[in-house]
């Protein structure tokens, strides 16, 4: 191991391995720390997004869909299966298979590419020196050109909930329950709490979710909300608003848990209950007190529009800085400041930072939403479009949803696309490189889509904005 290097990242999670491999790829010696342990207590690579996050809760809901599918979807359409059941030890298993599939790529891309992949601790000191505290063996001092901390999140703790890992869990926890618990209680209606109770209800569990604020998903598009709202209401998911949660209590092997509504007191009890209420950067033992590194009033590491700290060549990317927590945020991140250390000069588009929650139907957005540019006063033009009319979705008997496009109203510039639908996180996609590229709504209108598709609704929606949706009729009629 060598004791100098252009690039030190701290962290191998989406951000920092992101950041590791285009630095190596430039040319640049580079090693990237990282002190993740898998659960056979072996050193594993990828960080929250492909070991407790991304990954291992999409396994989940593909298998949960299917079993739900085979329940109710296929006999619906004439296709008949003997009675469906579920074996969770196997979908565990299989969850297992496909995380290890790509952790264990990391490794040899890492190698690959000429990465040093140094297992253990990484602490920043003054001067871009880091300390490298291996798994086993003593601490070292490293000297690095330039350092990206890529440290992540972890999940937020409420005291009146305090996790045990066994009856009250995180998310990580919700990954990984050994049966379906009969009845499951989520604090916190927000993309973990839909996510992860969509697959426990789906199994079968009677899944209650207590949320704090009044509003349903407010970040997304008022309408979108609304709808996706009802749709979960009707697979059974039951969502109460405006719950302040005052404790839970693990007796006789089940929860119970005390909250305020409007109503007053009110009891619940739960075999397991999820805490899904946010999650907070991870800054434990990763800087020195002289490191120059400075946080925001929120607790995460202050960086610039271009992730540089205030500590001269010292950057930070992904979950541990402003903005939202998603993977793909973190990826284009590293790159960019990777490409940055280099000489180049990429810039991150946050306008085009595409949102997803992974349910069914999903729900995906990409830019404003009209709530958003109604308390701006800028003008806009609306174009939607129904999946209960759009061939494809009938044909696939996945008819819930909408697409919702925000133009405008000057230059018919997209602003704005909700979709609440089938296949939403890949729809989304078209918008956010329709938006990357400028695009106006006429512009993806006058592209062609081939028939019969999802995407049809998004071109549909995007006629629409002008009044010329073809295939329902439009509200307001323009030449
Ligand atoms: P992380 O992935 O958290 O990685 C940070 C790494 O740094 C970890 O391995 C950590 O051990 C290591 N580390 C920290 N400190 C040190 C140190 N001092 N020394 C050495 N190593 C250190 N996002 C999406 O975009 N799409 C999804 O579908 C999605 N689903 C999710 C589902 C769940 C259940 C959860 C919890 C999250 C999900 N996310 C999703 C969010 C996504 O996982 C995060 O946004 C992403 O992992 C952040 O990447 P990161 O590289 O910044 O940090
Ligand atoms: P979130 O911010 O999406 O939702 C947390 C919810 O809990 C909010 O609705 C909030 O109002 C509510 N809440 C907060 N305190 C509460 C309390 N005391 N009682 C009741 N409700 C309370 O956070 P999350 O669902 O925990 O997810 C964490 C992060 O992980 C998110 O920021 C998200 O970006 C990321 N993530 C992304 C995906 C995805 O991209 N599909 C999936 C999972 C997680």
């Known amino acids: 191991m060598s004791d100098k290097y252009d690039v030190i990242v701290i962290g191998a999670g989406p951000a920092g391995y992101h950041a590791a491999i285009r630095c190596a790829q430039l040319g640049m010696s580079t090693a990237c720390i990282d002190k993740s342990l898998n659960e056979d207590g072996d050193p594993v690579l990828g960080g929250t997004c492909l070991n407790w996050g991304c990954i291992p809760s999409k396994a989940l809901l593909d298998i949960s869909h299917k079993f739900a599918e085979a329940q109710h979807g296929l006999p619906d359409v004439g296709v008949k299966t003997g009675k469906v059941s579920i074996d969770v030890a196997r979908m565990m298993e299989k969850k297992t298979e496909v995380v290890k599939k790509l952790t264990g790529g990391i490794p040899q891309l890492f190698k690959g590419n000429g990465v040093t992949s140094l297992p253990g601790t990484g602490k920043l000191l003054a001067a871009r020196q880091v300390e490298y505290t291996p798994h086993e063996g003593k601490a070292k001092v490293l000297q690095a050109e330039h350092v990206i901390i890529a440290a992540g999140s972890v999940p937020v703790d409420i005291p009146p909930a305090p996790v045990d890992g066994k009856h009250i869990v995180d998310s990580t926890g919700a990954l990984s329950f050994d049966s379906v618990p009969k009845r499951l209680g989520v604090i916190g209606a927000g993309i973990i709490g839909l996510e992860l109770g969509s697959v426990w209800n789906r199994l079968g569990s009677e899944v209650v979710l207590l949320e704090a604020l009044d509003e349903f998903l407010p970040m997304a598009d008022e309408r979108i909300g609304k709808d996706a709202m009802k749709i979960f209401q009707k697979q059974g998911l039951d969502i109460r608003l405006g719950c ?192 990357e590229f400028d695009a106006s709504a006429e512009d993806l209108g006058l592209t062609m889509f081939a028939h019969p598709t999802l995407s049809e609704a998004v071109h549909e929606a995007a006629l629409g904005v002008a009044g010329h949706a073809i295939h329902m009729v439009n509200r307001k009629k323009k030449k």
């Not at 800085?321 to 280099?342: D, N, Q, T, Y």
């Not at 929650?357 to 404003?368: D, L």
């Not at 697409?403 to 609440?420: P, T, Y």
Request: charged fraction near 25%; include cysteine; proline fraction near 5%.
């Open 244 to 435: 302040r949660v005052t404790g839970a209590e693990v007796k006789n092997r089940k929860v119970q848990v005390a909250y305020k509504d409007k109503d007053g007191e009110q009891t619940l009890e739960f075999d397991k209950l999820i805490v899904a209420v946010g999650r907070r950067p991870y800054t434990e033992g990763l800087l020195s007190p002289d490191s120059g590194v400075n946080l925001d009033e929120r607790g995460y590491l202050y960086v610039n529009d271009l992730c540089a700290t205030d500590a001269p060549n010292v950057y930070a990317v992904g979950d541990v800085v402003r903005g939202p927590m998603l993977a793909h945020k973190g990826m284009e991140e590293g790159i960019m400041v990777a490409e940055r250390i280099a000489g180049q000069k990429p810039l991150v588009n946050y306008e085009t930072v595409p949102s997803v929650i992974y349910t069914h139907p999903e729900v995906a957005w990409v830019g404003q939403t009209e709530q958003q540019l109604k308390a701006s006063g800028e003008a806009y033009n609306v174009g939607t479009f129904p999946f209960s009319v759009n061939g494809r979705a009938l044909a696939a008997n996945d008819t819930d949803g909408m697409v919702k496009i925000l133009a405008d109203a000057d230059s018919d510039r997209i602003l704005g696309v909700h979709v609440l639908g089938p296949q939403a996180s890949e729809l989304i996609a078209q918008a956010v490189i329709a938006m």
